[in-house]
């Protein structure tokens, strides 16, 4: 989950490295810290615990001069938020400096060996071995050493190191946590994410598992393990530092609600043909191995997880195969039943998420085909599925996801669409018709945008509660479940999501007089069912609040208040009605006075299981 930045070349270390840790820090905000290798091989470590703010402040005004740097943000697995936990770490003389992301499961091992050996741990961290072990084993020749580190340690990590007999070298290594080198002109990056060096180069090139990685100013090589050279691939990063800045919002994800629109135009975009049907490529499957698709199953976590819950219902309704949406945090350990007829969809934002890496190798040792839906490209999801669907939202760094799962919900309905296409399963002109009501989506979500005034004056009133439940049918059922979850990270309310059947056989004792109740209820077959749940829930003093299509006064009766969106295909309400569940999120959070980008405990990337 950690932010990693590391700098070789020209201009001032210190600035580089901050610049690049403000746009990493969605990834872990407990402590910061930078050291910075001088020219005259004075090797200093400045590190803070709390928001990179804090580091900032501590720092300002000191001298910290030098042309090689590395940084580091924090989200705290071993070991408290300190000051003496956050990176990076050094070894007993001050001479290596160490940042990592990720966990060394062999921690403690090595740290027994290392005590008897007479080095002196200073931290909690499983981190700080590291350093130790560089110094232990240091004889020249960083990249070896580091080579020879990894081939002892177990778990997932990657390392930046430096050493002050080495000024023009930064080595790095990965192993299961994403890792990306930026390359520049006179002066070479390594990163967590292409947003670490997205303000000095746009050119990039991902680092594959077990890779060691020396940075220079005057170039970059990568080796495996064994020490020997690999080539690779870059590539051109299709956005720059403007998409990762505020651009006048107080906060990141006011800015990515507001450029959902633009989102889904972009995940539209080049794959409507002519002829107003849909084009592929990226499935890399031929139409006779779509054709012998048997069963699908989505995996994913958190927010990716309702949108594939969305998915199920698109893929069932349109391509007629049958749909599991699972946990991928479960998945591998109940012996799914899967096999070469299987289409498995992974489902991460950032293509990195540990769980759904992990599931993904699992599908594909079964033999299944694994298509990656994520916003990433050259993530290790996307590299290690048979095929991606790029999402093309642009970056998101609130750590709470809003244009990227609506992206991702566009992405299921186009392989909902190209299954049912390829398979025969819907006519072309049906085809035609889904999507053409899915080009108008990108202006209905615009609407809704424009008529938030009153949600975020609900907001308000809800500021205060320490319960809120959500209800939802059908389709409305996921969007239930997303609400909740963004209420529970941003505001730190207690929040529920159930499918509205079910409200009577247990949540109703939930109801008091007075409890928020949040009803996803645009127009649809099962609404007078869900009328009634609305009924069943203000007879026992619920507020119920309702998320209602433009002209249904059916449900006016029966909500306190009215949250009106226009009118689309029933199946497509998802990407209408989660709108105003995060801008409701978002306002209600500001209302507490909290933080919208960096709610407490968590980061973007979840990249340790």
Same mark, same amino acid.
């Given at each position: 989950?950690?932010?990693?930045?590391?700098?070789?070349?020209?201009?001032?270390?210190?600035?580089?490295?901050?610049?690049?840790?403000?746009?990493?820090?969605?990834?872990?905000?407990?402590?910061?810290?930078?050291?910075?290798?001088?020219?005259?091989?004075?090797?200093?470590?400045?590190?803070? $615990?709390? /928001?990179?703010?804090?580091?900032?402040?501590?720092?300002?005004?000191?001298? !910290?001069?030098?042309? %090689?740097?590395? #940084?580091?943000?924090?989200?705290?697995? *071993?070991?408290?938020?300190?000051?003496?936990?956050? *990176?990076?770490?050094?070894?007993?003389?001050?001479?290596?400096a160490v940042v990592h992301n990720g966990t060394i499961e062999n921690f403690e091992v090595l740290v027994a060996g290392l005590e008897l050996r007479g080095h002196?741990?200073?931290?909690? =961290?499983?981190?700080?071995?590291?350093?130790?072990?560089v110094e232990e084993r240091y004889a020249g020749d960083l990249a070896a050493t580091v080579r020879s580190i990894c081939r002892d340690l177990e778990g997932s990590?990657? @390392?930046?190191?430096? *050493?002050?007999?080495?000024?023009?070298?930064?080595?790095?290594?990965?192993?299961? %946590?994403?890792?990306?080198?930026?390359?520049?002109?006179?002066?070479?990056?390594?990163?967590?994410?292409?947003?670490?060096?997205?303000?000095?180069?746009?050119?990039?090139?991902?680092?594959?598992?077990?890779?060691?990685?020396?940075?220079?100013?005057?170039?970059?090589?990568?080796?495996?393990?064994?020490?020997?050279?690999?080539?690779?691939?870059?590539?051109?990063?299709?956005?720059?530092?403007?998409?990762?800045?505020?651009?006048?919002?107080?906060?990141?994800?006011?800015?990515?609600?507001?450029? &959902?629109?633009?989102?889904?135009?972009?995940?539209?975009?080049?794959?409507?043909?002519?002829?107003?049907?849909?084009?592929?490529?990226?499935? +890399?499957?031929?139409?006779?191995?779509?054709?012998?698709?048997?069963?699908?199953?989505i995996i994913a976590c958190g927010s990716s997880y309702h949108s594939g819950l969305v998915g199920k219902y698109a893929l069932e309704r349109w391509a007629r195969?049958?749909?599991?949406?699972?946990?991928?945090?479960?998945?591998?350990?109940?012996?799914?039943?899967?096999?070469?007829?299987?289409?498995?969809?992974?489902?991460?934002?950032?293509?990195?998420?540990?769980?759904?890496?992990?599931?993904?190798?699992?599908?594909?040792?079964?033999?299944?085909?694994?298509?990656?839906?994520?916003?990433?490209?050259? +993530?290790?999801?996307?590299?290690?599925?048979?095929? $991606?669907?790029?999402?093309?939202?642009?970056?998101?760094?609130?750590?709470?996801?809003?244009? $990227?799962?609506?992206? &991702?919900?566009?992405?299921?309905?186009?392989?909902?669409?190209?299954?049912?296409?390829?398979?025969?399963?819907?006519?072309?002109?049906?085809?035609?018709?889904?999507?053409?009501?899915?080009?108008?989506?990108?202006?209905?979500?615009?609407?809704? !945008?424009?008529?938030?005034? +009153?949600?975020?004056?609900?907001?308000?009133?809800?500021? =205060?509660?320490?319960?809120?439940?959500?209800?939802?049918?059908?389709?409305?059922?996921?969007?239930?479940?997303?609400?909740? @979850?963004?209420?529970?990270? %941003?505001?730190?309310?207690?929040?529920?999501?159930?499918?509205?059947?079910?409200?009577?056989?247990?949540?109703?004792?939930?109801?008091?007089?007075?409890?928020?109740?949040?009803?996803?209820?645009?127009?649809?077959?099962?609404?007078? /069912?869900?009328?009634?749940?609305?009924?069943?829930?203000?007879?026992?003093?619920?507020?119920?609040?309702?998320?209602?299509?433009?002209?249904?006064?059916?449900? =006016?009766?029966?909500?306190?208040?009215?949250?009106?969106?226009?009118?689309?295909?029933?199946?497509?309400?998802? !990407?209408? =009605?989660?709108?105003?569940?995060?801008?409701?999120?978002?306002?209600?959070?500001?209302?507490? #006075?909290?933080?919208?980008?960096?709610?407490?405990?968590?980061? /973007?990337?979840?990249?340790?299981?």
């Amino acid at each position: 989950m950690c932010g990693i930045v590391g700098y070789v070349g020209g201009q001032d270390a210190l600035e580089v490295v901050l610049g690049g840790l403000r746009r990493l820090e969605y990834r872990g905000y407990d402590s910061a810290g930078v050291a910075v290798l001088s020219a005259d091989g004075v090797l200093t470590v400045e590190r803070k $615990a709390g /928001k990179l703010a804090n580091l900032e402040k501590q720092i300002a005004g000191l001298p !910290l001069p030098g042309t %090689l740097g590395i #940084g580091h943000t924090r989200w705290a697995t *071993h070991g408290p938020p300190t000051d003496h936990n956050a *990176h990076p770490h050094l070894d007993c003389s001050g001479a290596v400096a160490v940042v990592h992301n990720g966990t060394i499961e062999n921690f403690e091992v090595l740290v027994a060996g290392l005590e008897l050996r007479g080095h002196e741990r200073r931290s909690d =961290t499983d981190t700080e071995v590291v350093a130790h072990l560089v110094e232990e084993r240091y004889a020249g020749d960083l990249a070896a050493t580091v080579r020879s580190i990894c081939r002892d340690l177990e778990g997932s990590f990657v @390392l930046v190191v430096a *050493h002050r007999d080495e000024p023009d070298l930064v080595v790095a290594a990965r192993r299961n %946590l994403p890792l990306v080198i930026g390359l520049g002109e006179g002066e070479n990056f390594v990163g967590s994410d292409v947003t670490a060096f997205i303000a000095h180069t746009r050119e990039a090139r991902a680092v594959e598992q077990d890779q060691v990685v020396e940075v220079r100013r005057s170039g970059v090589t990568v080796t495996d393990l064994a020490g020997t050279v690999v080539e690779g691939e870059s590539y051109h990063v299709d956005w720059d530092t403007a998409a990762a800045e505020k651009g006048g919002h107080e906060f990141f994800m006011l800015k990515e609600i507001e450029e &959902q629109p633009a989102a889904i135009r972009e995940t539209l975009g080049g794959r409507l043909q002519e002829d107003g049907l849909l084009h592929l490529d990226e499935l +890399s499957m031929s139409d006779q191995d779509i054709r012998d698709i048997e069963q699908v199953v989505i995996i994913a976590c958190g927010s990716s997880y309702h949108s594939g819950l969305v998915g199920k219902y698109a893929l069932e309704r349109w391509a007629r195969l049958p749909v599991q949406v699972e946990m991928a945090s479960e998945f591998r350990y109940r012996d799914p039943v899967i096999g070469r007829s299987t289409l498995v969809i992974a489902v991460s934002q950032s293509g990195e998420t540990a769980d759904t890496l992990e599931a993904v190798r699992h599908a594909r040792s079964l033999r299944a085909k694994v298509l990656a839906v994520t916003n990433t490209i050259g +993530s290790t999801i996307s590299r290690e599925s048979d095929a $991606a669907l790029y999402t093309r939202g642009g970056p998101e760094v609130a750590v709470a996801s809003t244009k $990227a799962v609506m992206t &991702q919900m566009i992405a299921m309905y186009l392989v909902g669409l190209y299954l049912a296409q390829v398979r025969g399963t819907r006519d072309p002109d049906e085809v035609r018709a889904h999507l053409a009501d899915l080009r108008e989506v990108p202006d209905l979500v615009q609407e809704v !945008l424009d008529r938030m005034g +009153s949600v975020r004056t609900l907001a308000q009133s809800l500021a =205060t509660e320490d319960r809120v439940l959500f209800l939802g049918r059908h389709v409305g059922y996921p969007m239930a479940l997303e609400g909740a @979850l963004k209420l529970k990270e %941003l505001a730190y309310i207690s929040a529920e999501g159930f499918p509205a059947g079910e409200i009577k056989h247990g949540p109703i004792a939930l109801i008091e007089q007075g409890t928020p109740v949040i009803v996803i209820a645009p127009r649809h077959a099962l609404q007078a /069912k869900l009328i009634n749940n609305v009924q069943e829930v203000r007879a026992r003093g619920a507020r119920t609040i309702v998320i209602a299509t433009d002209g249904d006064e059916s449900v =006016t009766p029966y909500a306190d208040t009215v949250i009106r969106i226009p009118d689309t295909k029933s199946l497509l309400t998802p !990407l209408l =009605t989660i709108v105003p569940l995060q801008v409701l999120s978002a306002a209600v959070a500001m209302a507490r #006075g909290l933080d919208v980008d960096q709610p407490r405990n968590l980061a /973007k990337s979840v990249t340790v299981e």
